[in-house]
């Protein structure tokens, strides 16, 4: 307890230095930490310092509810009290307080004298954590700061279109004070003074001295960027994989950038022009709630929540799939079982349904909206518009739209590219826009929404659309095409998605290379899902990402091929059909193709490239699967039905022994079904021997 009271001394040394070397510095960092400090001295056994602090206390509410600011005259009182706080805290931890500040006592009577003002705006000694002690309170800071920088970056893209929004604006507020206050109570001075800096600019606009514009929302911007830059390097040493050394970042510029539009003295550096960034919902934007900056909480709320450590979480879905498989097999061998008694049918139909719905319940555990990467993106948008001066509305929908936590963490990659691609090459420039007709700020959609047992996530534009001719041109003179070739708009469309294409005239530091959209494809692929596109030249464009809801579980068609089961995921599956005499030919006498409707698709048979012996064409089944651009027709002996099974992963050998794997699944006759890597088949070269490893 007595380590807690000498790191609250410490930071209300902080917050003094800063109420003296600013007539505006806020009302509750101060008062909140008189309070915190009289509570603890109460739980110590500490009446003296109890007292002492509940006076301050109740000093500081009075000018609060008189709707005084802290100026010079009113808080001159604290250069007395912080000195007996300090002697005090001292005498009870058995060591030497922190040292006074150098500034003198009369410094609080003008706010001329800013000898405080330099302590608050230097650079700051590099920080140098102390993880034998404060490890679990470092990792509950980090989980917590990274939610209120999240909210004060989506706040803050709210205020820059409403910068009246006084609700807004005291929730952003807040959100760094709650920050500043935990970094405080770590010792985090460097992270402590960016934080009350940009606090004292936002205490400004609260009282109205202040204008919140585009420059300043950069400013604040930045400062987010550099605290979260702190956190991240505290997260990598905490997990060890940041090596263990004092962080330089600094951070003394941005501060006094900061301070000289606090003062009045300056203004932010910003373009001659801000372009206009709208940002909304499906509804009307919304702010982060005050709850959510960590402030005030309901308190049924605190009850409902409780924090649980991911690799426990995952250990129990892992159960939970074997528990599945068990039921599976229990089920299957009940089937064939005759002459039991009813009341045992009646038990394992009870213990189905028992094992369906906790599966249901264990697998939306895993479930998180889609928000917080939509909050990402919206800053994305905000930063390129205004790099490439172009205004935007941006529009998002679906935000609590909710699937497993590992397709959130790969889908940011993804998104991003596509984002950028839409604003480098979708959406034109107000110039372009106002000549061809257009309003002169575009609009960038991006959505969310649940169809069948999938997630969707569209990113659409009203720009300048994607133009057949020219991908068309540049994907035969690729090779990835045939002038003879008869092609759907889809078809052409998906070319975008080889590696390395790009229609662009030159490079960017944005786009051009050919390398966005192609990693796009890949990653959506790792995670068994698939992008089609929609566009009109001059009107826009539309990307729709189709997503499992979650990697523990896959919904495919079970295959036979000879006596093996393979498993074939849903959404790379196009159509199957039984072909017929004719529709099977050979090129040069090696690769072999099947005339789908006019269209010749490479043929691979599954059971030769396994090993199994070879059936009669027209006797199998057909399989048209897709992959990005690419698609294959894979020949199976038969097409049994459709399930979903739960996935275990192949061990390291398995998947250096056969890349055409991806998994395997335990069906409900208790067999191992191998689930198919439908990218690996699709790229497969088209002449490899039978058996390929």
């Known amino acids: 307890m007595s380590e807690r009271l000498s790191k609250l001394t410490t930071q209300f040394q902080t917050e003094v230095v800063g109420a003296r070397a600013n007539d505006s510095a806020g009302q509750f960092p101060i008062l909140d930490l008189i309070g915190n400090l009289r509570d603890e001295a109460s739980k110590t056994g500490q009446p003296v310092l109890e007292k002492l602090c509940g006076e301050a206390w109740e000093k500081l509410v009075l000018i609060v509810e008189s709707g005084h600011p802290f100026s010079a005259d009113n808080i001159s009182w604290l250069n007395d009290l912080l000195p007996r706080v300090q002697a005090l805290a001292g005498e009870i931890n058995g060591f030497p307080p922190p040292a006074p500040p150098a500034a003198p006592a009369a410094a609080v009577s003008t706010k001329a004298e800013a000898s405080p003002h330099a302590e608050i705006l230097a650079e700051t000694p590099p920080l140098e954590l102390n993880l034998m002690d404060d490890a679990e309170l470092l990792r509950e800071f980090i989980n917590e700061s990274r939610e209120h920088l999240d909210n004060i970056e989506h706040g803050v893209l709210v205020l820059e279109n409403e910068p009246q929004n006084s609700e807004t604006l005291n929730t952003v507020f807040r959100a760094f004070h709650t920050f500043k206050g935990g970094a405080g109570f770590l010792n985090l001075i460097s992270i402590n003074r960016l934080a009350h800096v940009l606090e004292s600019l936002l205490d400004q606009a609260r009282q109205g001295k202040l204008v919140i514009d585009g420059a300043v929302i950069g400013l604040i911007l930045r400062g987010r960027d550099v605290l979260k830059q702190f956190v991240d390097v505290i997260d990598g040493q905490l997990s060890g994989t940041t090596p263990l050394q004092p962080i330089i970042i600094p951070t003394a510029q941005l501060k006094r950038e900061a301070q000289a539009v606090i003062d009045g003295k300056s203004s932010v550096a910003a373009p001659k022009e801000i372009p206009k960034i709208e940002t909304a919902t499906n509804a009307q934007a919304a702010a982060p709630t005050t709850e959510s900056c960590g402030e005030h909480s309901n308190a049924s709320q605190q009850s409902a929540v409780v924090k649980v450590d991911t690799g426990k979480l995952d250990g129990l879905l892992d159960l939970v799939g074997e528990m599945v498989i068990a039921q599976s097999l229990v089920s299957q061998h009940f089937a064939n079982m005759t002459g039991l008694a009813p009341q045992f049918t009646r038990d394992v139909a009870q213990l189905n349904r028992i094992t369906r719905e906790l599966q249901r319940v264990s697998m939306s555990l895993r479930m998180i909206p889609i928000r917080g990467v939509f909050q990402k993106m919206s800053r994305v948008v905000r930063d390129l518009g205004v790099k490439q001066n172009k205004k935007v509305h941006f529009v998002t929908s679906g935000e609590d739209t909710e699937l497993d936590r590992g397709v959130v963490d790969e889908l940011n990659d993804p998104l991003l590219h596509m984002i950028r691609n839409s604003m480098d090459h979708g959406l034109e420039t107000p110039e372009k826009r106002a000549a061809s007709g257009k309003p002169e700020m575009g609009t960038l959609h991006l959505r969310a929404y649940h169809q069948g047992g999938n997630i969707v996530v569209e990113v659409e534009d009203d720009g300048a659309g994607l133009s057949r ?190 890349r055409m794997l991806a998994g395997a699944a335990i069906l409900g006759d208790g067999r191992v079904g191998l689930i198919l890597d439908v990218s690996a088949l699709v790229n497969l070269d088209a002449t490899v021997p039978s058996g390929l490893n």
Do not use: W
């Not at 005239?505 to 944005?510: A, G, H, N, Q, R």
């Not at 826009?540 to 498993?567: M, Q």
């Not at 897709?626 to 275990?648: P, T, Y």
């Open 469 to 658: 001719e020219r991908i068309l041109k540049k994907a035969i003179e690729r090779g990835l095409a045939t002038p003879s070739d008869v092609l759907s708009d889809e078809d052409v469309f998906k070319f975008i998605f080889a590696a390395g294409f790009s229609t662009a005239e030159k490079v960017t530091d944005l786009s051009g290379r050919g390398v966005g959209l192609d990693v796009v494809r890949r990653n959506i692929e790792r995670l068994r899902g698939r992008v089609e596109i929609e566009s009109k030249l001059g009107l826009g464009t539309k990307f729709k990402i189709s997503l499992p809801l979650t990697l523990a579980i896959i919904d495919g068609f079970i295959v036979k091929v000879g006596e093996e089961r393979y498993i074939i995921p849903t959404l790379s599956v196009r159509e199957s059909f039984r072909p017929v005499a004719g529709m099977v030919s050979r090129i040069q006498n090696k690769a072999e193709v099947v005339n789908v409707r006019g269209r010749l698709i490479p043929l691979l048979r599954l059971g030769e490239t396994f090993g199994q012996p070879a059936s009669e064409i027209t006797e199998c089944i057909a399989v048209v699967v897709e992959s990005g651009a690419n698609v294959r027709c894979i020949l199976v002996d038969a097409l049994l039905h459709k399930q979903e099974v739960v996935i275990k992963n192949l061990n390291d050998m398995m998947v250096h022994k056969n």
